[in-house]
T-cell receptor
Framework: DAGVTQSPTHLIKTRGQQVTLRCSPK?????VSWYQQALGQGPQFIFQ???????QRGNFPDRFSGHQFPNYSSELNVNALLLGDSALYLC????????????FGPGTRLTVT | AQRVTQPEKLLSVFKGAPVELKCNYS??????LFWYVQYSRQRLQLLLR??SRESIKGFTADLNKGETSFHLKKPFAQEEDSAMYYC???????????FGQGTRLTINP
């Protein structure tokens, strides 16, 4: 099991563009969360997907949206990119039903110029 | 409001010395508290959680509800402990994490 995988590893976009990041959860996990980690800061919760629905959401604007597929993989979409969206985006997966340990992916480094 | 505060961005100690990484939290309910660690060129991983009361790699952390603290301690630091450490809380009933800003621990030989 490769654990949580994310693609791409790095991405450079221009202000105003749109971006899609992808995540495959650890085998046996059905819940995916996305976090944004700005330079020098801790990860900040964006939202969580379970059963293809957004279950929880952090304090992020509607420009941030997501999707979960029947195989539990997930996408994070960001529209109208701003310079401040430059960050490391982390995906974490967990098995619902009482499990406590979130497994993190390596992250996607997004740079907005 | 849910908040985790790690007052030290950087902490440097000598090998064999005791280590304490501070963490304070604010949450009105009963959170779960965790310490996550990120070693160089590795992904973020769970180090320990308060409920298990385990000692992992020699580290322990005690939840002090009165002081709303969850400090991470190790009596004798080792060079391989050098890493980024994040304290995090999970609100009751939610499988999400609220992280502190992290403390970079450097163990000097």
């Amino acid at each position: 099991d490769a654990g949580v995988t994310q693609s791409p590893t790095h991405l450079i976009k221009t202000r105003g563009q749109q971006v899609t990041l992808r995540c495959s959860p650890k085998s046996g996990h059905d819940t995916v969360s996305w976090y944004q980690q700005a330079l020098g800061q801790g990860p900040q919760f964006i939202f969580q997907y379970y059963e293809e629905e957004e279950r929880q959401r952090g304090n992020f604007p509607d420009r941030f949206s997501g999707h979960q597929f029947p195989n539990y993989s997930s996408e994070l979409n960001v529209n109208a990119l701003l310079l401040g969206d430059s960050a490391l985006y982390l995906c974490a997966s967990i098995r619902s039903g009482g499990s406590y340990e979130q497994y993190f992916g390596p992250g996607t480094r997004l740079t907005v110029t | 409001a849910q908040r985790v505060t790690q007052p030290e961005k950087l902490l440097s100690v000598f090998k064999g010395a005791p280590v304490e990484l501070k963490c304070n939290y604010s949450y009105s309910g009963s959170p779960e508290l965790f310490w996550y660690v990120q070693y160089s060129r590795q992904r973020l991983q769970l180090l320990l959680r308060h409920i298990s009361r385990e000692s992992i790699k020699g580290f322990t952390a005690d939840l002090n509800k009165g002081e709303t603290s969850f400090h991470l301690k190790k009596p004798f630091a080792q060079e391989e402990d050098s890493a980024m450490y994040y304290c995090a809380l999970s609100p009751q009933g939610a499988q999400k994490l609220v992280f502190g800003q992290g403390t970079r621990l450097t163990i000097n030989p």
